[in-house]
């Protein structure tokens, strides 16, 4: 199974609102709904920040939101604030039943 | 406050077998699905497996030949095997259960990683 596909970085402003797109096939992101996002700060664990899409786990502040259309997953993060610069990963389940991860994308805020 | 712990060997050499396990405190694991994430120093994360409670798997086809993961619900731990290892298995190890019965993807309870290297 190939990664699914992330840009490798992302930037802007504080108070700005970013997106981060996760690009997959019509064997996982395009047929299946369990899309999670995960962000990671250095050498901290990922923290689940999206699950099944569109949904927060309690806690994860409502700046963080989901989509998807076709074989392509968003998340966005809306009034960006210093301490969202981190990594984000994209996950999702497959027609084998296993998962993947995205290739991971670096978030700078300026 | 379900808490996941790794532990085992932060050295092994090539072509033996690296073998992982982790301790969930503060919650059970029996009827919840406990998976293994692996990262590259540097690099991205890679899905492992997962297994249920029952004992029943699913890995990652690009390392299924290599990698057993096993449960012991009376120690509320799940293990990780993994042969013939190569430099490439060089990564931090994270071990994460799910958040109800159904949920088998990676999290939302995470290990701190444990870092093993792979060399002579």
């Known amino acids: 199974q190939s990664a699914l596909t992330q840009p490798a970085s992302v930037s802007g402003s504080p108070g700005q609102s970013i997106t981060i797109s996760c690009t997959g096939t019509?064997?996982?992101?395009?047929?299946?709904?369990?899309v999670s996002w995960f962000q990671q700060h250095p050498g901290k664990a990922p923290k689940l920040m999206i699950y099944?899409?569109?949904n927060r786990p309690s806690g994860v502040s409502n700046r963080f939101s989901g989509s998807k259309s076709g074989n392509t997953a968003s998340l966005t993060i809306s009034g960006l604030q210093a301490e969202d610069e981190a990594d984000y990963y994209c996950n999702s389940y497959t027609s084998s039943s296993t998962y993947v991860f995205g290739t991971g994308t670096k978030v700078t805020v300026l | 406050q379900v808490q996941l712990q790794e532990s085992g060997p932060g050295l092994v050499k090539p072509s033996e077998t690296l073998s992982l396990t982790c301790t969930v405190s503060?919650?059970?694991?029996?009827?919840?699905?406990c998976s293994w994430i692996r990262q590259p120093p540097g690099k991205g994360l890679e899905w492992i497996g997962y297994?249920?409670?029952?004992?029943?798997?699913n890995y990652n086809p690009s390392l299924k030949s290599r990698v057993t993961i096993s449960v012991d619900t009376s120690k509320n731990q799940f293990s990780l095997k993994l042969t013939s290892v190569t430099a490439a298995d060089t990564a931090v190890y994270y071990c994460a259960r799910g958040l109800n019965s159904n949920w088998s993807r990676p999290g939302p309870y995470w290990g701190q990683g444990t870092l093993v290297t792979v060399s002579s």
């Open positions: 019509s064997s996982d992101v395009g047929v299946h709904n369990y």
């Open positions: 297994i249920y409670s029952s004992g029943s798997t």
């Open positions: 503060g919650g059970s694991i029996s009827s919840y699905y």
């Open positions: 099944d899409v569109s």
